[in-house]
């Protein structure tokens, strides 16, 4: 260990400590993004930056169940990155579902997917279909993986279950347009019975959401950091909790 790497942990033990326990998010959604950045910068391959991201999530999970977080959403895949080349996609579709896979593997978490599961390939549907079923009586931390997922989309196809609800109890149009509430949408969503995120963490120092969880961010606390995804360390959360504690959510009011 090199007195760099001393520093940070004498430095994430005092954040750690001060931390309220009390005051942690109980979901907490993060969009993954700088993979391929982080391995431009160190001379790698953009697989070799996924494949680095695709290590870190179980960091990031202990982590987690350290500070009493219930629920994390991990943004891997968007229906925008459906569109990249397949000598790019293909790789990445691989990482995932290793990645998946291990998280089914270990033990803890409870794995649920959520997005457009008829957007991704036959091998990657069973994946999460396995990892699912697998995982479904453990009771540690709910891990959303967002694989083929768009917020748009989301609420589209929210929408589109809702109404065929209806149609096959023979509820008419004006009925349900007498009726249909946000409630209503809600029960439909991809996250459906869980808790909406209280933060949201994006890494890289993008600064926008691009369609993450449009609907369950509502009265989300974002928090925006400038490491790319790999390179995010416990320190990076801690100060993220840290800077959401501090917060004094209104709710509008």
Known sequence: MNLRDLVYGLYARRVEGRLDHAQVPKHIGVILDGNRRWAKASGGTPEQGHKAGADKIQELLGWC????????????????????????????LGII?????????DGRWRVHHVGTMDLLPARTQSVLKEAEEATRGNTGILVNVAVGYGGRQEIADAVRSLLLEHAERGTSFEELAEIVDVEHISEHLYTRGQPDPDLVIRTSGEQ??????????AHSEYYFCEVH???????DFLRALRDYAARHRRYGT
Do not use: C, I
């Open 65 to 92: 169940a350290e500070t009493d977080v219930e629920v994390v959403t991990l943004w891997m895949l968007s229906t925008d990155n459906l569109n990249r080349p397949e000598e790019q996609l293909v790789p990445l």
């Open 97 to 105: 579902e290793n990645a998946v896979r291990a998280l089914a593997a």
């Open 208 to 217: 926008r959401l691009s369609g993450f969880m449009l609907w369950q961010s």
């Open 229 to 235: 995804w790999p390179a995010f360390r416990k320190v």
